[in-house]
């Protein structure tokens, strides 16, 4: 697909995948969701998203089955530049990101840390924000329900520690059949079978 920034005169929806309304909003809704069960007031001010809890965010909603053509596979990165973690990692996701911000709908910042590492972040730009404005209720209400304890329809909880334990959780405040860990962290083992193969110009090179 041929990505061309739009100048937002003429904004066309489906010029963006049902996944890439989906990711976009789930950022929208990232940068405004804290606990309490309430929004930010970011009418003035656009909210970053880390890189880390986004592509977390990304796995769990694939494991509920929210995106049609994401997949994950286990992938080794580093934590501000000290630590190294195997994560499930969506490639796909990943080239989303880029395919939006090639739109001109995100943004990106990378940032230094004290401990000489570094932080990537996302927001979404004023093109995106109109977007956001026309994406189907569907896909909204997809990501919305996510978000909330599918027993008490309470707001989920999410807790990420990236310390020498680190582990990212899921709760309900209200109740504790929502209370889980997510498997982001973890490898998943996958059976395959494998088998020789050898290319016939070999074959025929050592005939000569």
Same mark, same amino acid.
């Given at each position: ?5 739009? %100048? ?9 995948? *049902? +996944? ?21 007031? %970011?009418?003035?001010? !656009? ?11 990304? /796995? /769990?909603?694939?494991?509920?089955? %929210?995106?049609?053509? /994401?997949? /994950? ?8 530049? *000290? ?15 880029? +395919? ?9 910042? *990378? ?8 932080? %990537? ?47 990212? !959780? ?36 050592v005939k000569k």
């Amino acid at each position: 697909m041929t990505l061309e920034p739009s %100048t937002g005169d003429n904004l066309d929806i489906s010029r963006l995948t *049902r +996944d890439q309304q989906t990711l976009l909003y789930t950022m929208n809704y990232l940068t405004k969701w804290v606990k309490g069960d309430h929004y930010l007031e %970011t009418s003035n001010e !656009k909210v970053w998203v880390k890189e880390l809890p986004l592509w977390a965010v990304m /796995y /769990y909603q694939i494991v509920k089955g %929210t995106y049609e053509s /994401y997949d /994950y596979a286990p992938t080794s990165i580093q934590f501000f530049g *000290r630590s190294s973690f195997t994560v499930n990692l969506s490639y796909e996701g990943i080239d989303d990101i880029e +395919d939006l911000r090639e739109l001109d709908i995100l943004e990106k910042i *990378r940032l230094s840390t004290s401990q000489h590492g570094f932080v %990537t972040a996302y927001r979404i730009t004023d093109l995106g924000f109109k977007y956001l404005n026309i994406i189907p209720q569907d896909v909204q209400d997809e990501v919305h329900k996510l978000f909330y304890c599918e027993h008490c329809k309470t707001h989920l909880d999410f807790f990420m520690n990236m310390g020498d334990e680190p582990e990212i !959780k899921i709760d309900c405040p209200e109740c504790d059949v929502s209370d889980f860990e997510l498997d982001f962290l973890e490898s998943e083992d996958v059976s395959y079978i494998s088998k020789p193969y050898f290319l016939r110009i070999a074959d025929k090179l050592v005939k000569k």
